[in-house]
């Protein structure tokens, strides 16, 4: 099948459904200057350091060297802009062809490129939170700690102040349950975009859809099941999906 061909197989599934949500990950944002973590050569797991730091433990016993690391790539990825992906997403939203988007990332771009309806089933990074007391903090308390070479940053109470993402070994965020419960209401077809959907719990979400398209450059576990396979450039792909289902409206 020609790419003309599958893409107008996608904007039919999508003109067609009744209850479509997009489900992303790290490969939605690459293009907005984000490395994903699984992309051969140039993902964030290349460094195997990194991995092994991503998590609650390292955050607990050795919180200034966590933040040292971690802090400078937060801090780039609330400067980063939406790319056509997460605007083709919000508007295809706004057409009414997408009830929400599931998304893995926590850089906060899809809010930004006007989606609505996001669940972020691995935290966000608009504030902070006291690991001891729950108290909310703003982002900039470790900006300022970090400057001020005072990392980690402290709550009033004492406690070491953490972002409000899930890092490995941690439960899922709250929204993980609401869109698991939404989609349990119904979700007739999933349009993946930029996920190796490796991770787990967020990648069993896919297995509530009736059908799904996926987009992505590399291929995924899931690709046998898929109704429809789109390889390539989420930011080249989306917005030609998004004008194939207007097109035929
Ligand atoms: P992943 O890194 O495992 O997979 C990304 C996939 O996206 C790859 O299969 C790659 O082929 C594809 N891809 C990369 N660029 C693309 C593009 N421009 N167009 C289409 N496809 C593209 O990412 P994942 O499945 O989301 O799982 C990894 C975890 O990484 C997630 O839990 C997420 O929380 C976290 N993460 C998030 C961010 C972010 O917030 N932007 C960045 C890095 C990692």
Redesign the pocket.
């Known amino acids: 099948m020609s790419m003309d061909q599958k893409l107008s197989k996608a904007a039919d599934l999508l003109r067609g459904s009744s209850r479509a949500y997009a489900f ?9 200057g ?7 050569g ?4 290349s460094n195997p350091e990194l991995l092994a730091l991503a998590t609650g433990d390292v955050l607990q016993r050795q919180p200034a060297r966590f933040y040292s690391v971690f802090l400078p ?1 937060w801090l780039a ?1 609330q400067r ?1 802009e939406p ?1 056509p ?1 997460h605007k083709a997403i919000a508007e295809l939203e706004a057409l009414g062809r997408l009830s929400g988007v599931v ?7 899809h809010r930004k490129a006007g989606s609505q309806v996001v669940w972020e ?2 935290g966000h990074l608009r504030h902070l939170v006291c690991g001891s007391c729950g108290a909310p903090a703003p982002f900039e308390a470790a900006e300022d700690a970090m400057r001020k070479d005072a990392l980690p940053p402290r709550c009033d109470c004492g406690g070491v102040v953490r972002p409000d ?2 890092l490995f070994g941690e439960a899922m965020a709250p929204d993980f349950e609401r869109a698991l419960a939404a989609l349990r209401r119904g979700c007739d077809l999933m349009l993946v ?7 787990y719990p ?2 069993s979400l896919v297995r509530f859809a009736d059908a799904f398209i996926i ?6 576990p899931y690709d046998g099941q898929a109704a429809v396979i789109l390889h ?6 989306l917005p030609e999906l998004l004008d194939a289902v207007k097109e035929a409206k």
Do not use: K, M
């Open positions: 992303t990950g790290a490969g939605v944002s690459t293009e907005s984000i490395p994903d973590f699984r992309s051969p140039t993902g964030l797991w790539q990825y980063a790319n992906a998304t893995q990332n926590i850089d906060g771009l089933v691995h993402v899930v975009v930029g996920s190796s959907l490796t991770v967020a990648a987009v992505n450059c590399d291929p995924t390539g450039s989420a930011g080249r792909i």
